[in-house]
């Protein structure tokens, strides 16, 4: 670990911008990050020098995407960092490799990872720092060393612009989940194109009641709309109005980057050994007749809930790909 330190605090004398790139610790969101900072390596290589930030057993994760960059001749540095102490067993440091009953120490660790972050940042003074979203406080520190801070969103615009727009309604929401309304559907606001609407009843809990998380999605929302801009993996041609919807109200300046997370070659990377089933079954599909279905990396469902989303996949009479997360 002491190597890849040494290594990063002399970057600087290359005479390239030293560009840090802090993902979280969470699967879905540290490989698109690490392939975003192989892109910029490979598309500046005389002017830009990325570094992933990392704990320990992340960095394994990544390591593929890193190999594959080194292979292709754009190095790509690897700065490590302690991962916190917050009861997980060794090299668990991830939510992928974490059980579900200790899916909540991972997400303790990402709050409590900000004194590491501030530290490390002052110490190797980046001239830019790219953070994931939970890392809110990275916009503080940017500020301090007066260079520019941009949030990573991992995931498309749609679900992003429908949640800062709930978070504009949440007393009108939390007054019908108080009450006899809760079982009513209500409109998303500020959105472009065709109402969405979705029941009280099924919005997650910190909509409905304060929590941390409902704390947090207002400090990252802040950090946001205040940092220099937002980079997401999404691109125009998926998303167009709510691409030019976010780029109007969400953020000073957006950068749509995506897809993001280049294909392994790997079969442990590439979904196993049955991944060739599922493109030989597309194949046989019409384009645009084929729903698939995945909740990320944070939804986990019962068995039971598991099998009622099934039927209903099955009931739909449409042809589905789905990746369920079961506890």
């Known amino acids: 670990m002491a190597a890849a330190v040494d290594t990063a605090a002399v970057a600087g004398a290359t005479g390239r911008l030293r560009v840090f790139f802090l993902p979280s610790f969470i699967r879905g969101h ?45 190095a790509v540095r690897v700065l ?9 067993g060794e090299g668990v440091e991830c939510l992928a490799t974490a059980t579900a009953r200790d899916a909540w120490r991972v ?40 260079v520019p801070r941009l949030t990573f969103h991992p995931v498309g615009i749609f679900a992003l612009l429908a949640m800062n727009s709930l978070f504009t309604i949440r007393p009108d929401i939390i007054g019908r989940a108080s009450s006899d309304a809760a079982g009513t559907v209500l409109s998303v606001p500020g959105l472009p194109g065709k ?16 929590d941390h998380l409902s704390k947090a999605w207002q400090r990252m929302r802040a950090c946001q709309l205040t940092g220099f801009g937002v980079i997401v993996n ?6 167009q109005p709510y691409c030019e919807e976010f780029s109007r109200v969400e953020a000073r300046r957006a950068y749509f980057v995506g897809p993001l997370g280049k294909p392994s070659r790997s079969t442990m ?50 042809p589905f790909l789905s990746k369920p997360n079961t506890t």
């Not at 999404?234 to 998303?239: G, I, K, N, V």
């Open 80 to 88: 490590c960092y302690p991962f916190p102490d917050v009861g997980l």
């Open 30 to 74: 540290l490989i698109p990050q690490t392939d975003m900072a192989c892109r910029v390596a490979a598309a500046r290589p005389a002017e830009v020098e990325a570094t992933v930030v990392v704990t320990p057993a992340n960095a394994a994760l990544i390591a593929p995407t890193v190999a594959r960059a080194a292979a292709a001749g754009h």
């Open 269 to 318: 990377h590439r979904g196993g050994s049955g991944n060739a089933d599922c493109l030989s079954w597309l194949s046989t599909k019409p384009s645009r007749s084929v729903v698939f279905v995945c909740f990320g990396s944070w939804a986990e469902f019962s068995a039971t809930q598991t099998r009622e989303l099934a039927l209903g996949l099955e009931a739909s009479n449409q």
């Open 195 to 210: 109402e969405i609407t979705i029941p009280v009843s099924e919005l997650p809990t910190f909509l409905v009641q304060d």
């Open 107 to 146: 997400y303790r660790a990402m709050e409590v990872v900000q004194p590491s972050h501030e530290s490390l940042l002052r110490d190797h003074r980046p001239d830019a720092i790219v953070a994931d979203v939970p890392f809110w406080w990275t916009t503080g520190v940017a500020a301090e060393l007066g």
């Open 234 to 239: 999404t691109f125009a041609d998926l998303e």
